[in-house]
């Protein structure tokens, strides 16, 4: 499903566009800084209850994970003078998660975190947004909802260890990722050549071991039209 929406989101962003690039300038490109700041979280008592132990080797690093400065390129195409359909692809280069060492008997169990570094990785997101243009004489206006798929090439393997007695353990390793989908409103601001928005997302499926604390998060980003 994931691989299916980014596949969508390529084609859409890249093919489409040439067909009808050539038609009133109806298509044109951004590009620029995009800034996520840390989530709010919307049930923090949910988030409060959660107990952690180091059974497993991933560490995801919290809210760092959420929040960050990528590069944005984003594509519009208007339907007409009013509206207007967008997709936006960010990618950034973060921490992914820190891998640790597991305990060898239960006694150590709730002792030091041994932190064996930190993985880093290219994390790519894709929004799709619907677009309402309010025209003024020097400046645009653009009201947006959408849909964000958020945190493609997160897979990893994750280690989980089990305690029979207090020194026999047996390993379970899994795959995961830390792929989040997400609501979004925006509101944009448009001068000539440069645009800044504003958005709002909303996201009902935590990716990290806080299954249940859903929160809204906040991005700022200025783009610069190139065509």
Same mark, same amino acid.
């Given at each position: 499903m994931k ?8 084609f859409?962003s890249?093919v $489409?566009p +040439?067909i009808i690039?050539?038609?009133e300038h +109806?298509?044109t490109a951004?590009i620029g ?6 989530n $709010?979280?919307?049930n923090? %008592?949910?988030?409060?209850g959660v107990?952690f132990?180091p059974i497993s080797?991933?560490l995801?690093?919290?809210d ?5 400065l990528?590069?944005q390129?984003?594509e519009?195409?208007s339907i %007409?003078?009013y /509206?207007?359909v967008?997709?936006?692809q960010t990618?950034? &280069? ?9 305990p060898?008997?239960?006694?150590? =169990?709730?002792?030091?975190i #041994? %932190?064996?570094? *930190? +993985? !880093?990785?290219?994390i $790519?997101?894709?929004?799709?947004? #619907? *677009?309402?243009k309010?025209?003024?004489?020097k @400046? @645009? &206006? ?5 849909y964000?798929?958020?945190g493609?090439n997160? !897979? ?6 089990f305690f029979t007695?207090?020194?026999n353990?047996?390993? !379970?390793?899994?795959? @995961?990722d830390f792929?989040f989908p997400?609501v979004t409103?925006?509101? *944009? ?5 440069f645009?800044?928005? =504003? !958005?709002?997302?909303?996201? /009902?499926?935590?990716?990290? /071991? /806080?299954?249940?604390? +859903?929160?809204i998060?906040?991005e700022?980003? #200025?783009?610069?039209k #190139?065509?």
């Amino acid at each position: 499903m994931k691989l299916k929406f980014l596949l969508l989101s390529t084609f859409f962003s890249f093919v $489409i566009p +040439k067909i009808i690039f050539a038609q009133e300038h +109806k298509f044109t490109a951004y590009i620029g800084p995009k800034l996520r700041v840390t989530n $709010i979280y919307t049930n923090i %008592n949910t988030l409060l209850g959660v107990v952690f132990t180091p059974i497993s080797d991933i560490l995801a690093p919290g809210d760092s994970y959420y929040s960050g400065l990528g590069l944005q390129a984003m594509e519009k195409y208007s339907i %007409n003078k009013y /509206w207007q359909v967008r997709f936006h692809q960010t990618i950034r &280069y973060d921490i992914l998660h820190y891998r640790l060492a597991l305990p060898y008997d239960s006694a150590t =169990l709730f002792g030091p975190i #041994i %932190n064996l570094g *930190a +993985k !880093k990785r290219f994390i $790519i997101d894709t929004y799709f947004d #619907i *677009a309402y243009k309010i025209k003024r004489p020097k @400046n @645009n &206006y653009y009201v947006t909802v959408g849909y964000a798929a958020c945190g493609f090439n997160t !897979k990893h393997t994750e280690t989980f260890r089990f305690f029979t007695t207090p020194t026999n353990y047996y390993d !379970k390793v899994t795959e @995961n990722d830390f792929f989040f989908p997400a609501v979004t409103a925006s509101f *944009a601001w448009e001068k000539k050549k440069f645009c800044s928005e =504003l !958005k709002f997302g909303y996201c /009902w499926r935590n990716p990290t /071991w /806080w299954k249940d604390a +859903k929160f809204i998060f906040l991005e700022l980003s #200025i783009q610069y039209k #190139i065509f």
